[in-house]
């Protein structure tokens, strides 16, 4: 398996329901990354996780909340959003290696209508 | 923090024809310099990158070329078809021990006319 699988595809939710998305990817790699993107901007990054464990928060509200069960799987936890959080969600995956560089790929996103 | 610039904004070109287009970043301890190009409603995918130890890469009809020196780079596309149409962006990071992140240009859309 060589891809970054996200679910739901798309996902409508009201400002005071709670829901989930779900990436998954069974390449072996330990950095897995939640971007935000607006229509017609570049991915924003949210959040990092190195060897499951939260790297990198930029600052997000905590309406957003991630979650990294294990290697494989990232998870998003969405509650009490605003319509402006409505956006295409983009889950990223890399491999760690030392002294080397490592390539980011991009799951085919889950798109967030919050009404 | 690092900051990426991109132009332009948008570009069209005509089939057969070159597209060239520009990054600059700016933090000097940048190392890693990917391109991503993105189709309407579909995943950025990762098209060529560039490490700081190299100036040019190519893969058959694209090309990349860093300057560390004026901390830039380009990305060229030779013989352009309907196909290459998409949002392209260029991305930058540092890779060490603690940060795996990549910061994004705003983006080109190149349209290429057949």
């Known amino acids: 398996d060589t891809e970054v699988t996200q679910t739901p595809k798309h996902l409508v939710m009201g400002m005071t329901n709670k829901k989930s998305l779900k990436c998954e990817q069974h390449?072996?790699?330990?950095?897995m990354y939640w971007y935000k993107q607006k229509a017609k901007k570049p991915p924003e990054l949210m959040f990092v996780?190195?060897?499951?464990?939260?790297?990198i928060n930029e600052s997000v509200p905590s309406r957003f909340s991630p979650e990294c069960p294990n290697s494989s799987l990232l998870n998003l936890h969405l509650h009490a959003l605003q319509p402006e959080d409505s956006a295409l969600y983009l889950c990223?995956?890399?491999?760690?290696?030392?002294?080397?560089?490592?390539?980011?790929?991009f799951g085919p996103g889950t798109r967030l209508t919050v009404l | 923090g690092e900051n990426v610039e991109q132009h332009p904004s948008t570009l069209s070109v005509q089939e057969g024809d070159s597209a060239v287009i520009k990054c600059t970043y700016s933090d000097s301890a940048s190392n890693y310099f990917p391109w991503y190009k993105q189709e309407l409603g579909k995943r950025p995918q990762l098209i060529i990158d560039i490490r700081s130890n190299v100036g040019e890469k190519k893969d058959q009809r694209i090309a990349v070329t860093l300057n560390k020196t004026a901390k830039h780079f380009s990305l060229h596309i030779t013989e352009t078809q309907p196909e290459d149409s998409a949002v392209y962006f260029c991305a930058a990071s540092i890779w060490d021990t603690g940060r795996r992140a990549l910061t994004f240009g705003s983006g080109t859309r190149l349209q290429v006319q057949p």
């Open positions: 390449m072996g790699h330990r950095a």
């Open positions: 996780y190195s060897y499951e464990k939260l790297s």
């Open positions: 990223a995956s890399s491999p760690i290696r030392l002294l080397s560089y490592n390539e980011q790929f």
